[in-house]
């Protein structure tokens, strides 16, 4: 059964964990629940008043914290600090996480002994987290004596690289990404979906999307756009090419398509921009 009802009627809706759960199990500083969710389920604006972890293992939704919206897919682990409002909006396929529940003193004892602090909430796609959770999903399945050993000694190894990844020293973009802007600067002259980017490159659309941004501080939209007027610009600046020809080469609609964009980009037109860099306008023009 759905749990949110029970806990709806509580102002500001804490502690409250939605969707149904499989299967549980309770160790000394964790507990850990397995939980499923319908088709099309949103859950209201929550907090929980102990930091969690929380590994999508089938499914895909949105989740909202903090003024941030992530999109979470099977390859995304999030760290929720204790307090943090947020909310899920799952996809039509539902959803399916492994939810850890974590003392705050458990956590206090990792700060005294190593001084990482962990009391930001963050989501994360790649790295040592994923293989780390598929172990913890595996030894939460195992009811040997054992088990609660090394679940704790997964846990201390993901409270390390959950601060790793939240404060990396290697600032460089993934080689996927980067194999992600040599596709675009290849093809950016034709129509080329951000669906099939990310198939090329491995990565889901919005995870794509999103760490494009992160690094290029730009859409990918943007990007070709971008790549686009370039190409324009130095057309016009070397050849006497049509500015339909132009236009079309560099990937636009149709030539009022492509002086519509090279006008609000460089505040000039197109034939204006070719007067100034031939040297037959009043005033010297450089190429940004």
């Known amino acids: 059964m759905i749990e949110a009802a029970a806990c709806a009627s ?36 929550h907090l929980h008043s102990k930091p969690l972890i929380c590994m999508v293992l089938d499914g895909a939704y949105y989740e909202t914290y903090g003024g941030n919206s992530r999109y979470c897919t099977p390859s995304t682990l999030l760290f929720h600090a204790a307090e943090e409002k947020h909310l899920e909006k799952f996809e039509a396929c539902g959803g399916r996480s492994l939810v850890v529940e974590i003392e705050s003193a458990w956590l206090g004892s990792i700060h005294e002994f190593s001084g990482i602090r962990l009391d930001a909430t963050a989501a994360f796609d ?24 090394v679940i704790e000694g997964i846990l201390f190894e993901m409270a390390g690289e959950l601060s790793r990844a939240a404060h990396p020293r290697d600032r460089r973009p993934p080689r996927w990404l980067q194999q992600s802007r040599e596709l675009v600067r290849e093809r950016y002259g034709s129509h080329l979906p951000l669906a099939e980017i990310a198939e090329a490159v491995g990565v889901h659309p919005v995870h794509l999307a999103q760490t494009f941004r992160k690094f290029y501080r730009c859409t990918i939209g943007d990007y070709v756009r971008s790549l686009r007027i370039e190409f324009a610009c130095r057309q016009l600046a070397a050849t006497n090419m049509p500015l339909s020809q132009i236009a079309l080469l560099a990937g636009f609609a149709d030539q009022s398509h492509f002086t519509r964009t090279f006008k609000e980009t460089l505040g000039v037109p197109p034939s204006r921009y070719r007067e100034l860099a031939s040297g037959r306008g009043d005033t010297a023009y450089k190429q940004p």
């Open 10 to 45: 509580r102002e500001s809706f804490p502690d409250c964990f939605f969707g149904a759960t499989l299967r549980s199990r309770s160790e000394r500083h964790f507990h850990i629940a397995e939980r499923v969710y319908p088709s099309g389920y949103r859950t209201p604006p």
């Open 126 to 149: 790649s790295g040592a987290l994923a293989p780390l959770g598929a172990r913890l999903y595996k030894e939460f399945l195992s009811r040997d004596e054992a088990s609660r050993l």
